[in-house]
């Protein structure tokens, strides 16, 4: 059976007519940046959503001006038709309040000449006097006008229910596996025997199996390894990000401009190399917070950091030209207290005149910057030229794994108490730190419990130890690890077993 493809809806309209709000609403979440200001929106903001279990694609556009010569604007109208040309059906949303424009008959052309179905909704018609005034919309002469308000809900039913029908319908088996599943993200731990340093190697080994495998459950339903990898490209304004996403995706599908803050708002997109799938979200620039001078920015900023939850993997880029700035340092701290796997992409590196391309010495002070960020991977680019990009891809896939990956429980204490040996913790007021048992306990990032006499004495220094052991025998490369020190008596209740195996006896 051929896989099913769900019908698109692109929604069209001059800028400021509530195109991004109507969008926003049947997302159920702020995807799209709204406000007074035309033009907010430039991209094309794609979204899988449904209705009434029929999968659907909606597309926001930035406003469509047919006459302007601004060039951020005339952009804008590239992206536009690219909407239309891929729509099954285009809304097309005008604004009730301020009435019938010339421009408004411009776009009812275009999108006569384009020859799809279109729907026509006018919006901001929440009050009577504007619904009376609004019917001179039916002078475009589409076949059904609707009178809408996008900012209060009414009349979005009747929209959605002319626009399905339009649409493809998915067989039922699709209807289920559209089900998005929900991440757990509460911490589980087991609850280990008491005695379980006094147990004889084979039994420690069975205690080993029966944590596995009681935890292979939660692991394969929870947090299986994804079919499509999510990506976050992030960095400051201008770092070329939609740059490399264009590229990752064969088209212009976002905004190139040598003018930072083009891109506004986090925008996903899906592309396919090879046998694996992408989707990958380019985010507006992370400015520092005295030059996020406007509302809209401030949310250009919030936009890029919930883009960074949603993801995998984040592909942090950094503009050699201008080198490693302290904001560079605050956006991959973003995404290392995030859990996120990073890859460090330094971008423009064919822009470096010949005589500065030393890539030890860039490196030395994107270490010396960056030093927390020492075991992301590292890769010297042009997203332009398309230099380093397939390698930069193949990183990804590698990476995936080791974010998902699980060690089982067993090798994981040969490894705590092979460093243990190899270097003991320091003291806590006089008496000795062990490691006594640990457990893996999530994946995506991987974090462990570590069971110890004393975790409040576990220092930083020793922590990080740890941590570059754990590196070393599992292939963490590029792996941000969280590791729990949890309080175990190092006699583990050892009278009170022997006297419970007694009795049983």
């Keep these: 059976m051929s ?11 001059r800028p400021n007519v509530g195109k991004s709000t109507l969008f926003n609403r049947l997302a159920k979440e702020r995807v799209s940046i709204v406000e007074d200001t035309p033009g907010v929106t430039r991209d094309r903001i794609f979204r899988s959503l449904e209705w009434q279990d ?12 047919p006459t ?127 005695d379980f340093e006094e147990l ?23 947090y299986p390894l994804p079919e499509v990898i999510k990506l976050a490209v992030i960095g400051k304004p201008n770092a070329g990000k939609s740059t490399l996403v264009n590229h990752f995706l064969g088209e212009d599908r976002f905004l190139v401009s040598d003018m930072a803050g083009t891109t506004r708002d986090a925008v996903d997109a899906t592309f396919e190399r090879g046998n694996q799938r992408y989707t990958v979200v380019d985010t507006a620039g992370i400015r520092r917070k005295r030059s996020i001078s406007s509302q ?22 950094i503009d050699v030209t201008q080198g490693v700035s302290e904001q560079d340092a605050k956006i991959a701290a973003f995404a290392h207290e995030k859990g996120k796997a990073v890859i460090l992409v330094l971008n423009k590196w064919d822009a470096q005149p010949k005589g500065q391309r030393d890539r030890r010495a860039f490196l030395e002070e994107l270490h010396d910057k960056l030093k927390f960020m020492r075991y992301a991977p590292v890769f010297f680019t042009s997203a332009l030229t398309g230099q380093g990009v397939n390698k930069l891809l193949a990183e990804v896939e590698d990476l995936l794994e080791r974010y998902y ?17 190899r270097h003991q913790a320091p003291s806590f007021r006089g008496n000795p730190i062990r490691l006594l048992f640990g457990s893996q306990v999530r994946v995506a990032p991987p974090s462990i419990v570590i069971h110890t006499s004393h975790p409040e004495g576990v220092d930083i220094s020793y922590r990080r130890y740890v941590i570059n052991r754990l590196r070393e025998r599992f292939d963490f490369a ?5 590791i729990w020190y949890r309080k175990r008596d190092s006699h583990g209740g050892r009278n009170q077993s022997k006297k419970r195996r007694r009795g049983r006896r």
């Design 296 to 317: 809209l920015e401030r949310y250009s900023v919030v936009s890029a950091l919930r883009a960074l939850d949603r993801s995998d993997i984040a592909l942090h880029l």
């Design 68 to 194: 302007s010569g601004d060039p951020i604007l005339q952009a804008m109208r590239r992206q536009t038709q690219l909407a239309i040309d891929e729509a099954d059906v285009v809304l097309f949303m005008v604004d009730g309040r301020e009435g019938l424009n010339p421009a408004d008959r411009e776009v009812a052309n275009l999108l006569r000449r384009a020859d799809r179905p279109v729907v026509l909704a006018v919006n901001k018609t929440e009050a009577r006097t504007a619904k009376e005034q609004a019917w001179e919309f039916t002078q475009l002469g589409f076949e059904a006008t609707h009178f809408i308000s996008s900012a209060h809900g009414q009349g979005i039913h009747e929209v959605m229910e002319a626009l399905m029908g339009y649409l493809p319908d998915p067989p039922p088996a699709v209807v289920e596996a559209n089900q998005e599943a929900v991440d757990d993200e509460s911490i589980w731990l087991s609850e280990f025997p008491e």
């Design 3 to 13: 896989e099913f493809i769900p019908g698109l809806v692109a929604i069209i309209g």
């Design 54 to 65: 029929k999968p659907y694609i909606l597309c926001d556009t930035g406003g469509l001006e």
């Design 405 to 421: 990956q699980r060690i089982p429980t067993s090798k994981l204490n040969d490894c705590l108490q092979e460093a243990n040996r």
């Design 200 to 222: 004889e190697d084979d039994e420690q080994e069975m205690v080993f199996d029966a944590i596995d495998t009681a935890r292979a459950k939660r692991f394969s339903k929870s």
């Design 478 to 482: 590029g792996v941000p690890i969280t």
